[in-house]
């Protein structure tokens, strides 16, 4: 089996930039698999779905207009909805939120763990998500429970926002994140929490560096 990393935690604990980095660091793919649901629900939102329709979603879900697909430019995770590069559209918090709901139903849990384990088979990747060690590779040979605390998470959601010229109350963050953190833990099919063997890495208090070096260290330990 190939070099598989598991890398999950809650909205706003760094996943994205932590997983760009380490696999950087040792040449291998990362698929951030949180843009693949921002995908669908964006697909969702675009067909005027009611979110909350469970068999309305599920229904579109298989279907080939609905189809998220993947590929890498230089390394980098290009997130594609019916063959439209979708990467840029997907990063807003509407969507996000979207795709917190749309990621609840079983049908699109199914399609899109099945999607991700066939591409986790064919190369060494690493994965990021709420649910990778605990259900997409449950044998990763690293896995990681990243966090942070949610007023730690506010802040540098609110520092992100700011750079890109976006000026939001930090109370209003919080309340955000705190309702991702309630909708993802509280769901049925498979919400997040921390596989019973995957290392908890707090970035609370960590650098980004440092944060980045905990879980090379952990990769070089396995090794
Ligand atoms: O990581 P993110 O914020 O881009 O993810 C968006 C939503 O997708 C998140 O609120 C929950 C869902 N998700 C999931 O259920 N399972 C994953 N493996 C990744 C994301």
Known sequence: MPLTI?????????KS???????KRLGILHLDTGAMYRAFGL???????????EAAV?????????????????????TLLNGRNVSGLIRTQEVGMAASTVSKYREVRRVMVQRQQEMAKEQPMLLDGRDIGTVVLPNATV??????????????????????????????????????DYQDTHREVTPLRQ????????????TFDETVQAILSLVEAKQ
């Open 6 to 14: 598991a890398i999950d935690g809650p909205v706003g604990a760094g």
């Open 143 to 180: 896995k990681v429970y990243l966090t942070a605390t949610p007023e730690a998470r506010a802040q540098r959601r609110m520092l992100q926002l700011r750079e890109k010229g976006v000026n939001t109350p930090f109370e209003e963050i919080l309340k955000e994140v705190n309702a991702r």
């Open 195 to 206: 596989a019973e063997d995957a290392v908890l890495v707090d970035s609370s208090n960590l």
């Open 58 to 78: 599920s229904a579109l879900c298989g279907r080939e207009e609905a189809r998220v697909d993947v590929r890498y430019e230089n390394g980098a995770q290009i």
């Open 43 to 53: 697909c969702c939102m675009e067909a005027g779905l009611d979110l909350n329709d």
């Open 17 to 23: 930039t932590i997983s760009d980095e380490v696999a």
